[in-house]
């Protein structure tokens, strides 16, 4: 049977927005769901924590803290976070939907991929941390399965916030996380602590993997595998992979070092030697095929146009294809005669047409000789490398190459002010000797500044937000009486606060003034209306009128009721009374106490008797026989 059949929440419209489709994947803290927001008519993945742990208020709260923090880090390479939420049991995080695979299902079909694509996917998942860290947030749980390859050739790191909200929640004491133990930083295997570097370390640790098609420390248990990580170093790539380059190997080793102290101190430190080991590398090593890979459908082995090459390429960080001047050209042929007398000359004619024809043909050969001294002569050199170098050592490496150089300027989140980002042509592609390479230089972090939004109308201060380069972040509410409602209240992070393009922007808008909402119950409708009208709040009167103790014609109850806070504009819903439900009292003088009480019990009254005697007939009773009385209402007998 499809156990999807049985998920109660399948069908079912959370919070009354987001109704849940399908099932996506299942883990220790949350199930994972395809869900469409019937407000804004989009797919997206929904994450619901597992019942037992939504029990646990001190969770919930870090639950909702860190999905805060990670809804900030609006970054192209980051699972966004949309809205979190509880509905009854269930507590949920509303991501971007990533339709696609994860890093473990490519590691599982294909096996080891090429260092090029191993790369590319590692600077992706980098970027995606090193906004993180700026931000001040530690994943502490990278591993491919947190790695999604999207159908559109997009790399996102998902689970941003989550971690630390679960972290004490975690356990490694059985098979079920041996995924998260792989990855696991000694610091917290053995002090329970991690910082910027332990995301690091599981990046090398992932890195082997992509490079190797496995884990570095393998082991039938958790506690084996805990035990290697401590006591053992991530070996060298080359070494499960013979002819990788050895900047690869040095990179794992300084990535994946025990000592946290010998690692890059966060991503973005790592992305600038990832980038400078990637530029360090040749075309053969770059594409060579790991022995581990499997071949495509096709037959042709991993890496020929890998999937998992993804990431878009500048011309400043992937150069073209040196060797595109070794590549056979296929001249055309000339066109055949009209009259279809090709290879037939005609009589007379050959004489006059053959010294021409000979004359074309040594000028052809002369031409294509001379095309090919000419590529391979000294007419052509190599772009020398530049990156992160400062600007004047840039310049002066390019002149002593013999090239003139043109200066470029642009942002960069990783290389320092001052500091060379990339060259076009890139490092090691072919130029010509008196070509000129043009040199970008970072301006250092593009940053812009947070507006001041304060009692601008929502709507409106999105669009300043826009305008301004940055992203309206989560939206939450609160009663401000000095600010009108439906207007932005405060922003956090404050106004003037410099942040990075596309950064999230959380806004705060204002409910109104708070009122205390009046007791109505009893009142003519009219009154009630009038009232509730002065105090600022709508009226909504129900269709349909009930029974009550209440008068005919005034309210019954109200929602909400007396003593409840609400917003001005907010409505208050009525429901009048039809008056009591009065039923027929039966007589009963002259019965026995037993008999006249069934019959007024069978009427819907309660019965309260007042006895002369021990026992006796009803000679009086409060309502008379045949009037009317409220349902419910007590009726007493006296009995003598």
């Not at 909200?165 to 990855?183: E, F, L, N, P, R």
């Not at 304060?454 to 940055?470: F, N, Q, S």
């Not at 956090?492 to 119950?521: F, W």
């Not at 009254?605 to 409060?622: A, H, M, N, P, Y």
Request: proline share 7%; charged share 25%; hydrophobic share 40%.
């Amino acid at each position: 049977m499809d156990t999807t059949l049985q998920d109660p929440l399948i069908g079912h419209v959370l919070d009354g927005r987001y109704r849940v489709e399908a099932r996506i994947a299942v883990g220790g803290m949350a199930t994972v769901y395809r869900a469409l927001d019937t407000r804004l008519d989009r797919v997206l993945a929904l994450k619901v924590m597992h019942p037992s742990l939504a029990t646990d208020a001190s969770f919930v709260e870090r639950f909702i803290r860190e999905a805060k923090s990670a809804a900030r880090l609006a970054h192209p390479n980051v699972v966004g976070v949309f809205d979190q939420g509880s509905d009854g049991g269930y507590v949920y995080l509303a991501m971007e939907y990533v339709e696609g695979c994860t890093l473990r299902d490519v590691l599982r079909e294909r096996g080891a991929l090429r260092p090029r694509a191993a790369l590319e996917i590692l600077e992706a998942v980098l970027a995606a941390l090193g906004a993180a860290h700026l931000a001040g947030l530690v994943h502490r749980d990278v591993k491919p399965e947190n790695v999604l390859i999207g159908d559109d050739g997009r790399v996102k790191v998902a689970d941003f916030g989550l971690v630390r909200a679960v972290d004490q929640q975690t356990s490694v004491s059985t098979g079920s996380v041996m995924g998260t133990v792989s990855y696991l930083a000694p610091e917290q295997i053995e002090h329970g602590t991690a910082d910027a570097r332990a995301d690091v370390y599981a990046c090398g640790v992932v890195l082997y993997e992509m490079l190797t098609g496995a884990k570095p420390h393998p082991g039938g248990t958790p506690a084996q595998v805990l035990y290697q990580h401590l006591h053992e170093d991530v070996p060298p790539p080359s070494a499960a992979v013979p002819g990788l380059a050895a900047a690869l190997d040095d990179l794992v080793a300084r990535t994946a070092a025990r000592d946290p102290e010998r690692r890059p101190t966060d991503a973005v430190g790592l992305l600038a030697e990832v980038r400078a080991v990637r530029q360090s590398l040749t075309d053969e090593q770059l594409d060579a095929v790991p022995p581990a890979a499997a071949p495509d459908p096709a037959g042709a082995p991993v890496g020929s146009e890998d999937r998992t090459t993804v990431l878009p390429r500048r011309a400043s960080a992937v150069p073209p294809d040196a060797g595109a001047t070794h590549h056979t050209s296929v001249l055309p042929a000339p066109p055949r005669p009209a009259d279809g007398s090709a290879g037939r000359p005609r009589a007379g004619s050959r004489g006059r047409r053959s010294a021409p024809a000979v004359v074309a043909a040594v000028l052809l050969l002369l031409g294509v000789g001379l095309g090919v001294w000419y590529v391979n002569s000294g007419q052509f050199t190599r772009t020398p490398g530049v990156l992160s170098m400062t600007e004047a050592e840039a310049k002066r490496a390019v002149e002593e190459a013999g090239l003139d150089w043109r200066i470029a300027r642009d942002y960069s989140e990783t290389v320092e002010r001052g500091r060379v980002i990339a060259t076009d042509p890139g490092r090691g592609e072919r130029i010509r000797g008196n070509g000129t390479v043009t040199i970008t230089v970072s301006r250092g972090p593009e940053r812009v500044e947070v507006p001041d939004v304060t009692g601008v109308p929502l709507a409106e201060a999105r669009a300043r937000l826009k305008d301004a380069g940055l992203a309206p972040g989560m939206v939450t509410r609160e009663f401000d009486a000095d600010v009108e409602r439906g207007s932005v209240v405060r922003t956090d992070p404050e106004e003037g606060t410099e942040r990075r393009p596309g950064a999230a922007v959380a806004l705060v808008v204002s409910k109104g003034e708070r009122i205390e909402v009046p007791d109505v119950v009893g009142e003519s409708e009219g009154a009630a209306r009038q009232r509730l009208t002065e105090a600022g709040l709508k009226v909504e009167v129900a269709p349909e009128r009930v029974f009550s103790e209440e008068e005919a014609g005034t309210v019954a109850r109200q929602s909400p009721g007396e003593g409840a806070v609400a917003a001005e504009g907010d409505t208050v819903r009525l429901t009048v009374s039809k008056g009591p439900d009065t039923v027929e009292v039966p007589d009963v003088e002259g019965m026995a106490e037993d008999e006249a009480r069934r019959s007024l019990e069978d009427a819907g009254f309660e019965v309260k008797v007042r006895r002369i005697f021990l026992t006796g007939t009803v000679f009086d009773q409060s309502v008379d026989g045949g009037e009317r009385a409220p349902r419910g209402s007590t009726i007493t007998i006296w009995v003598r």
